[in-house]
């Protein structure tokens, strides 16, 4: 369990096929994971991944073909920044909402704008994702905890502060760029209730 609240931004040290799957080693040099211990689970841009090495201020994990196919972990390059987040301790408080680090989806970001020192930003999300999304509730956007502003058919925007442009990676984004989606749990849950009735 994780939180959406982003502990620093780590690079791709290295990349390495393993029988059909990657390992991909993290250099996590300006984040502070706390006690990581081998078998701890991480957030790495959304994706919950199991430290399977440390050496020193570096992770590696291995991501299975379905996980770099339905996640933009799969586009990864050496050098490429990703989001972390170390899983939530009991005791620690819950500063985002609940995330779960499974990605639900793809997201395209297809609007940038500048607001005052924030940043507004609007992404389009496949469209049986959409009725998950409501104004007000909560999306996991690479790994980021962001309140929904407003919600277009396929769209919806969010609203960046300087603190999250300038500690995460969407900061980097551009339109067009993909990102990983994780819809609000509750959302999930209530959504499959109605299914049944």
């Known amino acids: 369990m994780f939180t959406g609240i982003i502990k620093g931004i780590g690079r791709v040290a290295a990349l390495e096929e393993r029988g059909g799957d990657t390992r991909i080693a993290i250099d996590a040099v300006d984040t502070d994971l706390g006690d990581v211990a081998l078998g701890d689970s991480i957030a790495v841009s959304g994706v919950c991944l199991t430290a399977v090495e440390l050496d020193g201020t570096t992770f590696a994990a291995d991501v299975s073909q379905e996980t770099l196919s339905l996640t933009t972990l799969g586009a990864l390059e050496v050098g490429s920044s990703v989001n972390l987040e170390g899983a939530l301790r009991a005791g620690e408080p819950l500063g985002?909402?609940?995330?779960?680090?499974?990605?639900?989806?793809?997201?395209?970001?297809?609007?940038?704008?500048?607001?005052?020192?924030?940043?507004?930003?609007?992404?389009?999300?496949?469209?049986?994702?959409?009725?998950?999304?409501?104004?007000?509730?909560?999306?996991?956007?690479?790994?980021?905890?962001?309140?929904?502003?407003?919600?277009?058919?396929?769209?919806?925007?969010?609203?960046?502060?300087?603190?999250?442009?300038?500690?995460?990676?969407?900061?980097?984004?551009?339109?067009?760029?993909?990102?990983?989606?994780?819809?609000?749990?509750?959302?999930?849950?209530?959504?499959?209730?109605?299914?049944?009735?």
């Not at 940038?112 to 509730?137: I, M, N």
């Not at 999250?164 to 959302?187: C, F, K, P, Q, Y």
């Open 96 to 197: 985002g909402h609940m995330v779960s680090g499974h990605v639900d989806a793809f997201g395209v970001l297809e609007a940038r704008e500048q607001d005052a020192r924030s940043w507004r930003l609007t992404f389009s999300v496949p469209a049986h994702l959409k009725r998950f999304f409501a104004p007000k509730g909560s999306v996991c956007v690479d790994g980021i905890s962001l309140t929904v502003n407003e919600v277009e058919g396929d769209r919806f925007g969010v609203n960046i502060v300087p603190h999250t442009m300038s500690h995460t990676t969407l900061g980097e984004r551009t339109v067009g760029d993909r990102v990983n989606l994780e819809i609000d749990v509750i959302a999930r849950y209530l959504a499959r209730l109605t299914e049944a009735q």
